[in-house]
Nanobody
Framework: QVQVVESGGGLAQPGGSLRLSCAASGDIDYIYFMGWYRQTAGYQRELIASITTDGNADYANSVKGRFIISTISRDNGKNMMHLQMNDLKPEDTAVYYC??????????WGQGTQVTVSS
């Protein structure tokens, strides 16, 4: 099993920045992909940024050029990954979820962290 915990959400003003962190612990040796999803009420959860253990990053068009996903690092037995969110817009307001994938379709989710962008 893998446990995933997000942190770092909160309130930011338009044009501001926030940094989200994701920690994956447990049986993490075969994790090959970690990503950030976000979801607003009434909409499907969408993948906005992802990183593989090979360091390949990908972004949704809505955040490209503003958000930066870190590589996956090992810290005290946990896989750590971060999302630097810059030039935040009100439409970035959502619950942000971290996702970790292992082979054979095994994926794990955090509980989510709220990001609110408002003046």
């Amino acid at each position: 099993q893998v446990q995933v915990v997000e942190s770092g959400g909160g309130l930011a003003q338009p044009g501001g920045s926030l940094r989200l962190s994701c920690a994956a612990s447990g049986d993490i040796d075969y994790i090959y992909f970690m990503g950030w999803y976000r979801q607003t009420a009434g909409y499907q959860r969408e993948l906005i940024a992802s990183i593989t253990t090979d360091g390949n990053a990908d972004y949704a068009n809505s955040v490209k050029g503003r958000f930066i996903i870190s590589t996956i690092s090992r810290d005290n037995g946990k896989n750590m990954m971060h999302l630097q969110m810059n030039d935040l817009k009100p439409e970035d307001t959502a619950v942000y979820y971290c996702n970790a994938n292992r082979p054979f379709g095994r994926e794990y989710w955090g509980q989510g962290t709220q990001v609110t962008v408002s003046s």
